[in-house]
C-alpha cells in the first residue's frame, strides 16, 4: 500500500514513520508547500520522496491530511475531486465544518473523518518521532456516512499505531474536545501571558517558577499556526467551554476573598477527583497497548 | 549537627533524607501529629526516631517545619519559646503573616524564613524521594532580620540540597509566588472541575484526553490540607492575579467570538515566549547542580 501524507509536521512525521516501519505501507509520499520542511523530512527518513498535491494523491490507496484545519478546509474538496480508489482521512482537531464542506461531494463514503488524539507542544518534521500515537485513543467521526471498508481500513491503522478508536459524531466530538484539548491549551496560554506581564515588571519573577508551573504552561509553547484556526472553527464550543472555566475560577475567588475555608477545601476535594481519571487513563494506555501487541496488522 | 523535622510529609521527608544522606547532618528527629504518617517515615528511612515538639526542639541544632501554612503560625511561636541556641527555618509558601508572627519574639534572629521552590502533587512520607530539591532555586526572606550565621547556616544546608538561594523581601516573595505558584495550582484545580462537571453529562469524555491535558491538570492532585491555607494567606495577591488571568481567558473569549484571528495569533505569539523561560530554568538548573557538585557542604 502507497500513502501519501499531506503536511510534513509532527503529526503527519510522527504517522508516517510508524506506518512504514511497523509494515502497514510500503511507500510513503510526502507533500509540504513548505519545501524546507518537505526536505528535512526526506532526510530524516519520514518520508520516501516528495511530490506536489495532484500526483500524490494519484499516487496513492490512502491519503493522510496532516495540516492545519484551516487548510484542510481549502485542500480535501480539491483532494475528494482527485479521488478514484483512493482513501482519505484527516487528522484534525475539529471535525464539523470539515465533513460539512464536502458534505455533497460525490466521493464523500471514500473520506474517513478521524482525529488520533496525541501530540505533543513542538511542531515541524524534526518534532516527529516513533511512538507518538502508543496506548492513545482515536476518534471516528460518523462512520456511517463513510465506506465500510473505508473505516476499516482506517481502524486497522489506528491498530497498527497501537491505538484504540472511538466512534462518535462529529458535534459531540467537537463538544468533548474544546474541553479536554482546547480549554488546557487556552488555560496555559492565559497563564503565560498573565506571569511574562508580571515580569516586565518583576525582571527575577520566573526565578520562584518550579516544576508545577512548567508543568501547567507547557502547552503554552504551541504554535499559532494550528491553534488559531481550531479556536476560530470551534468557537461556539470553545466559548461557552471558556465561560465555564471563568466561571469556577471566579467561585474560587469569591470564596477566597470571603475566607470561605470549607468552600475551598471542597473545592479542592471535588477537584482531586482527577486523579480517578488519571489513573484509569494511564491503566487504559497500557491496557491499548498490550492489546495491540497481540493484534497482527498488515499492508 | 543534629536536625529535628517537624511534619514528614513531601517536603519534610525529602529535605531530611538527603540532608542525613549527604552528611549535612547525623541525626534526623522526626515530629508529625499523625502517628501513622511518623512511623511511616522512620520505616522509610526518613528519620532516625520519631520525638514529641518539645523534646525534638530541645534536642535538636537545626529544626525545619515542613508542616501546612496555617499549621506553621501555631507551632512556630511555640518553637521559638523553646529556642536556645538552635537555628529554625520554615519551608512554607507563604511568608508575610509567619514573620509578623514572631516579629516582636526574642529569638527571632535565630529564625530564618525560607522557601525552596520544589515539590510534587503527591504528599505524605510515602512521597518523599532523594534530589527532590536538586537544582531548583530556594528563597530566603528579610535576611537582615537574622541573625548571620543562622543565615549562613541555611544557605549552606540548601547548597547542600544543591539548590540556588536567591533574598527577598517576603512581601515580594507573597506577590511572585501568586504568580508562580498559587495561580498554576488554582488554574489546574478549575480546570479539573470544569471538565469533571461536563464528565457527568458526556461519562465517556476523558477517553478523549492526551498528554496535553494530564500536564495542565496535574495539579489539581494537590491536597486541600496544604494548598487551602496557602491560598487564604495569600489572599490579597492571589486575588489580584486570579483577576489578571480571567481578563486575560476573556481577552481570548472575545477575540474568538469576534473572529479576530490576527488578535488570536498575537495572543498565541506573545504567549509562545514562555519557550525562552522555560529554556533558561532548564538551563539554570543544571547549571545549579554542577555549581553544587564543585562546592564541599558539611556538617
Known amino acids: 500500500m502507497i500513502l501519501s501524507v499531506i503536511g510534513l509536521g509532527l503529526i503527519g512525521g510522527s504517522i508516517a514513520l510508524d506506518l512504514k516501519k511497523r509494515g502497514f505501507v510500503n511507500k510513503v509520499i510526502g507533500v509540504d508547500n513548505n519545501t524546507l520542511n518537505a526536505h528535512a523530512a526526506k532526510k530524516l527518513g519520514l518520508i520516501d520522496e516528495i511530490q506536489d498535491l495532484t500526483t500524490a494523491v494519484q499516487a496513492a490507496d490512502l491519503v493522510l491530511l496532516a495540516i492545519p484545519v484551516d487548510a484542510c478546509l481549502r485542500v480535501l474538496p480539491k483532494i475528494m475531486d482527485l479521488v478514484h480508489h483512493q482513501i482519505v482521512s484527516d ?69 497498527c499505531l497501537k491505538m484504540r478508536c472511538v466512534f462518535m459524531d462529529a458535534e459531540v466530538h467537537d463538544r468533548q474536545t474544546a474541553y479536554v484539548s482546547h480549554l488546557s491549551h487556552i488555560s496555559a496560554f492565559a497563564l503565560s501571558l498573565t506571569v511574562l506581564h508580571k515580569e516586565k515588571a518583576d525582571k527575577h519573577i520566573f526565578e520562584l517558577a518550579s516544576g508545577g508551573f512548567d508543568s501547567t504552561v507547557r502547552l503554552a509553547k504551541s504554535s499559532a499556526e494550528m491553534w488559531t484556526p481550531i479556536f476560530q472553527q470551534n468557537k461556539k464550543n470553545v466559548g461557552k467551554v471558556l465561560q465555564k472555566y471563568i466561571d469556577q475560577l471566579q467561585q474560587f475567588k469569591d470564596l477566597i476573598e470571603k475566607d470561605d475555608l470549607n468552600g475551598i477545601n471542597d473545592l479542592i476535594f471535588e477537584a482531586n477527583d482527577i486523579r480517578r481519571v488519571l489513573d484509569q487513563k494511564e491503566k487504559n494506555e497500557k491496557e491499548t497497548i498490550q492489546q495491540a501487541s497481540k493484534i497482527k496488522t498488515g499492508a
Open 91 to 159: 487528522l484534525g482537531s475539529t471535525k464539523e465544518q470539515l465533513i460539512e464542506s464536502i458534505a455533497n461531494h460525490p466521493k464523500r463514503s471514500q473520506f474517513v473523518p478521524a482525529h488520533p488524539m496525541a501530540g505533543t507542544e513542538f511542531s515541524g518534521p524534526q518534532a516527529a518521532h516513533s511512538g507518538l500515537f502508543d496506548g492513545k485513543c482515536s476518534i471516528i467521526c460518523n462512520p456511517e456516512d463513510s465506506d465500510k471498508k473505508a473505516v476499516q481500513l482506517i481502524s486497522e491503522m489506528f491498530h
